[in-house]
């Protein structure tokens, strides 16, 4: 055999059976262990473990990791804490480029892991009660501020009708590997999804997947779904028919009652149906009491062909009510499918994973964060040429031709569509790019749903290791900050009451 035969050629062959092996995998450990082998034969698992390249500074990233194990061998507190707070970033030296997680099928240089997982062991350690060089308090307002500054990762869940159910799998894959973010946001379809996750516990969650209970919930009444127009309902399909799908899946409850259950902030956009609106994000912080399912019924109300929505709260009583009782709500995709900016002025978020399946923007999107050269950039002009064409069309209808204010208020909601960005810092897209617009609002069956949980599964496990590296420190952050406002609160309620009456 010629040795300088190019290793694609010499295993063209078995790589190609490797990559029908990891189509065919069950679970994300085969499809792992497939993947790695891949790596083997293409040469990346060689790129992983070798330190030198352009792509990064790999010489500071070096010489971190080793400060950082030498003081935690030393047992060096003060030179633990002096090394974090030269700096905890995601990027630090250029180490959190998407590009450095395409050269392998699995991970990235092994440099990057090391540094990612000594990051997260010494700040453990420092929050260890062994360590007494540095006193508590001074420990504690180190975490607050490392954990402001690092920032947290939210899960972005796009508006798709019943694509939506790829979320479900993608829902799937992040919670079995331990990475699916306390901040979930959803719209239209992606609300759903969010409100089923924000209201049920992990375990639960667990358990529905195991039991196959989603497909089956999903898809009961499906053939009930008919496109009848109806005046009286004001749209195309019987509310009261989504009204019994969302209730099948999601208990009533309000944001601040799933809050509670949980420990998950779930955020649920909705879109203004009328002019002098603006829209919302609704969650646990700006509107604890507004119920759940109304919030999702809001945001799903795609124009003419569900009517606009009334949100429900809670009042002081627990009684239902009407929540601005003057204003209706629709789609919440067509204003901030991703709300980005408003979850991180909210919860201080920085890292966004996307779940994407929006028909109306999945045909013109590719990846841009795992480009680069010129093909990012043809690939990020093909957009932004393709949004200009639109803006431009829907900004002559507007000017020069005489509408009412129905249409002129969907064309305000088409320009917004138009303007938004639809991807994040890491995106889970699925295989198709088209599909039949009936498809998307009609009822699926179990084996449709089923198979698009599979497609969202499958899509999640190649972003695995990248949202397990971009995550673990402000995981980390958050349990030991967590764990400190415990034990707070356990001795406010313990301790000596040096201001109660008695001791007065």
């Given at each position: ?7 694609y ?6 790589l190609?059976?490797?990559?029908n ?7 994300y ?5 497939f ?8 040469g990346a ?5 070798t ?8 010489n500071?990233?070096?010489t971190?990791t ?22 905890i ?8 480029k998407?590009?450095?997680?395409t ?13 990612i ?8 350690y ?8 540095v ?11 490392a ?19 790829f979320?479900?799998?993608?829902i799937k894959?992040l919670?079995?590997q ?14 759903f999804?969010?409100?089923?996750v924000?209201?049920?516990?992990d ?5 529905m997947f195991q ?5 089956k919930m999903?898809?009961?009444?499906a ?9 009286n ?7 009261n ?12 409850l309000?944001?601040?009652q799933?809050y509670?259950k949980?420990?998950r902030n ?8 009328e002019?002098h609106?603006?829209?919302r994000l ?5 509107s ?5 399912r109304?919030?999702?019924?809001a ?7 569900f ?8 009042d ?9 009782p ?16 408003r979850?991180?002025?909210l ?20 990846d841009?964060?795992?480009?680069s ?6 690939s990020e002009?093909?957009?932004?040429i ?12 507007h ?17 917004a ?8 810092d890491?995106n ?13 609002i009609?009822?699926?069956?179990e084996n449709?749903?089923q198979?698009?949980m ?6 999640a496990w ?7 590296n ?12 967590i ?6 609160l ?15």
């Amino acid at each position: 055999m010629n040795t300088k035969t190019p290793y694609y050629r010499r295993n063209a062959r078995k790589l190609r059976q490797l990559e029908n092996d990891m189509e065919q995998a069950k679970t994300y450990e085969q499809w792992k262990a497939f993947a790695i082998k891949h790596d083997n034969l293409t040469g990346a698992e060689k790129w992983k473990n070798t330190i030198q390249t352009k792509l990064y500074d790999f010489n500071s990233i070096r010489t971190r990791t080793d400060n950082l194990q030498k003081h935690r061998a030393d047992r060096n507190d003060l030179g633990i804490l002096f090394a974090l707070k030269e700096g905890i970033h995601g990027n630090m030296a250029g180490m959190g480029k998407p590009i450095l997680y395409t050269k392998a099928k699995v991970g990235t240089k092994k440099l990057i892991e090391d540094y990612i997982q000594e990051l997260s062991d010494s700040l453990h350690y420092l929050a260890s009660d062994e360590h007494k060089q540095v006193p508590l308090d001074e420990r504690f307002e180190f975490f607050r501020r490392a954990s402001h500054s690092y920032g947290r990762s939210a899960l972005m869940l796009s508006g798709g009708g019943a694509l939506g159910n790829f979320h479900l799998g993608v829902i799937k894959a992040l919670l079995e590997q331990h990475l699916l973010p306390i901040v979930i946001s959803g719209s239209s379809a992606g609300a759903f999804i969010a409100g089923i996750v924000g209201t049920h516990t992990d375990q639960e969650l667990l358990k529905m997947f195991q039991d196959k209970s989603f497909p089956k919930m999903l898809s009961e009444g499906a053939d009930d779904f008919k496109f009848e127009l109806n005046s009286n309902k004001g749209g195309l399909i019987d509310v009261n028919l989504v009204d019994e799908g969302i209730a099948r899946l999601i208990p009533d409850l309000t944001f601040e009652q799933a809050y509670k259950k949980t420990g998950r902030n779930i955020n649920i956009s909705i879109s203004a149906a009328e002019t002098h609106q603006t829209s919302r994000l609704l969650n646990a912080i700006t509107s604890p009491n507004v119920l759940i399912r109304s919030a999702i019924r809001a945001s799903s109300a795609v124009p003419g062909v569900f009517p606009p929505v009334v949100l429900k709260a809670l009042d002081a009583k627990g009684v239902q009510q009407e929540y601005l009782p003057s204003r209706r709500w629709i789609d919440g995709s067509f204003s901030q499918d991703l709300p980005a900016k408003r979850l991180a002025r909210l919860f201080g978020v920085n890292h966004f994973i996307v779940s994407q399946v929006n028909p109306a923007v999945l045909p013109l999107l590719s990846d841009p964060k795992t480009r680069s050269g010129m093909s990012g950039s043809i690939s990020e002009a093909s957009m932004l040429i393709s949004k200009q064409g639109l803006r431009a069309a829907v900004s002559f209808v507007h000017s020069h031709i005489p509408l009412g204010a129905k249409v002129n208020m969907l064309l305000n909601n088409v320009h917004a569509l138009i303007d938004q960005e639809y991807t994040g810092d890491i995106n889970i897209l699925p295989s198709f790019r088209f599909i039949r617009p009936s498809k998307i609002i009609a009822g699926s069956s179990e084996n449709e749903v089923q198979s698009l949980m599979d497609i969202g599964e499958k899509a999640a496990w190649p972003k695995i290791e990248a949202i397990r590296n971009n995550t673990l420190i402000g995981k980390t952050l958050d349990e030991i900050l967590i764990e400190f406002d415990k034990n707070e609160l356990h001795w406010l309620r313990t301790g000596p009451k040096v201001f109660s009456k008695e001791s007065a």
